[in-house]
């Protein structure tokens, strides 16, 4: 049997998670689902927990809450003592580090909605939406110490219509995301120990990034051409949204 770990906590993880687990294998299975504590959010601070955590319960996986991954002994005690096969890591909004890096046979995969090394970082979807790209796509690669700079084991390639909103991209992306996961894991269980043969090195000197989305991106001016307009309003439309301030009001 082939073990797997998955780590993730947002939107964009529990989609793939859901994908995941509807494909995988007989022989391969999800041993951990690992995601971040609630958080405490909204009037009265109501605990909110992670759509990962949501989608874990309703398919019936193993669940794990953490914090740092440094601090939790029981964690670092059980890949030590019996690691998986890979840990896939999506969306986790952490910085994997030793052990969990290397132990893994097979290391961390993590799945990435972006041809990289276009839009390495936290808002991949978003700006490329915000730039007008044409095409984007998913991107399933190794984790190293770099930020979103592993070598590639699998990519597709997605054509962006221009009437396509984030919320959409993202079920795109994560459908087509989960799939060439399973492709990658399909060719490490052929041929398990020559996994650096299907690993493509990125180009760092293309590389472009993707910052983390704040509200003031949000804000449209009517000074601007109607496609800029259209591009903010459709990246934003699966976060805070854009809008527009008339005399003085949001």
């Known amino acids: 049997m082939t073990r797997l770990w998955f780590m993730g906590s947002g939107a964009f993880a529990a989609r793939c998670l859901t994908h995941l687990s509807a494909a995988l294998p007989p022989d391969v299975s999800f041993e951990r689902v690992i995601t971040g504590n609630p958080t405490r959010a909204g009037r009265g601070l109501r605990e909110t927990v992670?759509?990962?955590?949501?989608?874990?319960?309703?398919?019936?996986?193993?669940?794990?809450?953490?914090?740092?991954?440094?601090?939790?002994g029981?964690?670092?005690?059980?890949?030590?003592?019996?690691?998986?096969?890979?840990?896939?890591?999506?969306?986790?909004?952490?910085?994997?580090?030793?052990?969990?890096?290397?132990?893994?046979?097979?290391?961390?995969?993590?799945?990435?909605?972006?041809?990289?090394?276009?839009?390495?970082?936290?808002?991949?979807?978003?700006?490329?939406?915000?730039?007008?790209d044409t095409?984007?796509?998913?991107?399933?690669?190794?984790?190293?110490?770099?930020?979103?700079?592993?070598?590639?084991?699998?990519?597709?390639?997605?054509?962006?219509?221009l009437t396509v909103a984030a919320t959409e991209l993202y079920e795109i992306l994560s459908s087509r995301g989960s799939q060439i996961a399973l492709e990658g894991v399909q060719c490490l269980l052929n041929r398990p120990n020559n996994v650096f043969h299907f690993l493509k090195k990125q180009d760092d000197g293309a590389a472009t990034y993707a910052p983390k989305l704040v509200k003031a991106e949000g804000g449209v001016s009517w000074d601007w051409d109607a496609l800029r307009i259209h591009n903010v309003v459709r990246a934003l439309d699966a976060s805070f949204g854009a809008s527009v301030s008339v005399r003085g009001r949001r």
């Open 135 to 161: 095409e984007t796509g998913a991107t399933v690669f190794r984790l190293v110490p770099e930020m979103d700079a592993g070598p590639i084991l699998r990519q597709v390639s997605v054509p962006v219509e």
């Open 50 to 72: 992670s759509r990962v955590e949501e989608a874990a319960l309703a398919l019936g996986l193993p669940l794990e809450r953490t914090g740092p991954l440094s601090e939790n």
């Open 74 to 132: 029981r964690l670092l005690e059980a890949v030590t003592a019996s690691p998986p096969d890979a840990i896939l890591v999506v969306d986790f909004a952490q910085l994997i580090r030793e052990p969990f890096l290397n132990v893994p046979r097979w290391g961390c995969l993590n799945i990435h909605p972006s041809l990289l090394p276009r839009w390495r970082g936290a808002a991949p979807i978003q700006r490329a939406l915000m730039n007008g």
